[in-house]
């Protein structure tokens, strides 16, 4: 069965091209072959080779071959955990003493406030507990109560170290640019932004719980926002559309970034900023040091606040850049908006733009809390690989649990072995081959990018979908309609695999989703949505081949 669809694009990423050009743009080239030698004839048919590939069933395209993740760390924090020499030791201990003064400024500095915040918002019916949608402006006596928290706000700057800020250019006008886009580097650049613009800003929901800090966000009339439930981001849209259309209403603030990163890098910009097509100011935030970098990357906030608090003086730049306008041609949608913004201010940071993205910032911190070595060899480029094959991070964060399970060593690569024992199989012949398909770099064992993008490459192929309902169709019992653990195991031998009763029974279950032993059609389908490269298992069926075993 071979499809007559056209080659698939190239899995190669453009990162780190030579250019500064929006990291998301189409990747180059078509799909490559494999070329390589290896000694087991089992294992080294090529995958691409005459009746190597375990996927021809699927397509005619060849495995791509993907040119690796970009070298970048976009979050990593580049200060010793609590090193540094002996030069930040004895600037440490030297500003002791004055660190305890600056905390005493700081703490002062938020209960006043935050007491000025609680006096702003009492008795205003739009901000019962939280903001609503469709709440109106702030009324003017309120906000300029709010000038209290705002000099409260440069305060807690100035306790931090930022006894001076250098600015350059100026923010627009309100009627010309209402929306304001800036990089997130620090927890600082949202004080400076609500000292120096008083704006609205979008945060997530879990913010509104943070003691002191929730009540002062709610005062700037707070567009909350759930990231992974489209209905409240596309509520979030239309109350950015609404107030940036109105001027009764402060500028909207957005960190397009979604999160924070060292300043090193630009990662993917969400679109929320850009959808309502509203003139946009971008603001880039600078911080230059020698000894301490401030970003807040894999740092905790008491440590990033504690070296804060010992520095002589920390650096901050922030610069207003030229009002970026939505295009012109109605065609070029948000995605072509956000570039040019992030074009602009790459080229200001004279940085690099590059395809990840916030779920990157997830899987590294599940990488984190599963204990494991050199975490940002899990990151995945997650804005390409949603470009490229439509995996969102829910779905990417579901494969990394299982990933997590398989073993992964201290650079995070799995072994064959290790893969196949998560599911009860053995490294067969058959199994060989659909691991090299995802190991087209012949090194014995496959990075969670790789294992990722092979499924999603799979998942994308055009014949996956009728293949899988041809699999179950002809493996189902006719009176039942489900397949039960003994048919199962009869299905593996067509394969030529024999798994133990342990590992045929994990196996069952990975495929019996609900755990009623019996295996339906929905868990079927399911189960191959979730590990596509198990449809391999079943090609023999599918091509209506018999095993018929010789005794």
Request: net charge neutral.
């Amino acid at each position: 069965m071979a499809s007559t669809s056209p080659s698939p694009t190239s899995l190669s990423t453009p990162l780190l091209s030579g250019s500064v050009a929006p990291a998301r743009a189409a990747a180059n080239g078509h799909a490559n072959n494999h070329r390589h030698g290896h000694d087991d004839s089992d294992a080294a048919a090529s995958v691409c080779g005459d009746g190597g590939d375990p996927f021809a069933f699927l397509s005619e395209d060849r495995p791509p071959r993907d040119r690796g993740p970009s070298p970048a760390d976009p979050f990593r924090n580049g200060t010793p955990a609590w090193g540094g020499g002996v030069y930040a030791w004895a600037r440490t201990l030297l500003l002791l003493p004055v660190a305890a003064l600056r905390l005493a400024l700081f703490g002062l500095a938020i209960a006043i406030g935050y007491a000025a915040t609680w006096v702003a918002l009492r008795g205003w019916a739009d901000v019962q507990g939280r903001p609503r949608e469709g709440a109106g402006p702030m009324p003017a006596w309120r906000r300029r109560l709010m000038w209290i928290t705002r000099i409260s706000a440069r305060c807690i700057l100035f306790s931090f170290g930022y006894h001076w800020i250098r600015k350059k250019g100026r923010p627009a006008p309100r009627e010309l640019a209402p929306i304001v886009v800036s990089n997130h580097i620090s927890y600082i650049e949202p004080i400076f932004f609500f000292y120096e613009l008083f704006p609205t800003i979008v945060s997530s929901e879990s913010h509104d719980a943070l003691p002191f800090v929730g009540t002062i966000i709610r005062a700037m009339q707070v567009i909350y926002v759930d990231r992974f439930s489209p209905a409240s981001r596309k509520a979030a849209v239309n109350e950015i559309k609404r107030k940036a259309a109105c001027n009764s209403f402060p500028r909207v603030l957005l960190f397009p970034e979604g999160t924070t990163t060292n300043g090193r890098f630009l990662i993917s910009f969400q679109h929320g900023a850009f959808i309502p097509g509203y003139p946009v100011q971008p603001v880039v935030v600078r911080y230059p040091h020698v000894h301490f970098d401030q970003s807040w990357g894999n740092i905790s906030l008491l440590k990033l606040m504690f070296k804060m608090f010992t520095q002589f003086h920390n650096f901050m730049e922030v610069e207003y850049l030229s009002v970026v306008y939505p295009p012109e041609i109605k065609q070029e949608n948000a995605l072509h908006f956000s570039e040019n913004t992030n074009y602009a201010m790459a080229r200001a940071l004279n940085v690099l733009p590059t395809s990840y993205s916030y779920g990157d910032s997830m899987i590294m911190a599940r990488a984190v809390e599963a204990g494991k070595a050199n975490c940002s060899n899990y990151m995945v480029e997650m804005a390409w690989v949603k470009d490229m094959y439509g995996v969102n991070t829910a779905e990417a964060m579901e494969l990394l649990e299982h990933f997590l399970a398989m073993n992964p060593d201290s650079d995070g690569c799995v072994k064959a072995q290790d893969f196949w024992a998560h599911f009860g199989l053995d490294c067969s012949p058959l199994c060989k081959k659909i691991f090299h398909y995802f190991d087209f770099n012949i090194k014995d064992s496959i990075t969670f990018r790789q294992f990722l993008v092979g499924c999603a490459h799979l998942k994308k192929q055009p014949l996956f979908q009728g293949a899988c309902e041809t699999a179950f169709e002809k493996c189902r019992d006719p009176e039942t309609s489900d397949i039960s653990r003994g048919q199962l195991a009869d299905i593996l031998r067509l394969s030529m695999l024999l798994p133990s009763d342990d590992g045929m029974l994990k196996l069952f279950n990975t495929f019996d989703v609900d755990g009623d032993e019996k295996i339906s059609r929905d868990d079927f389908i399911r189960c191959l949505g979730r590990f596509p490269f198990l449809i391999a298992l079943f090609a023999a069926p599918i091509n209506g081949e018999v095993y018929i075993e010789i005794v």
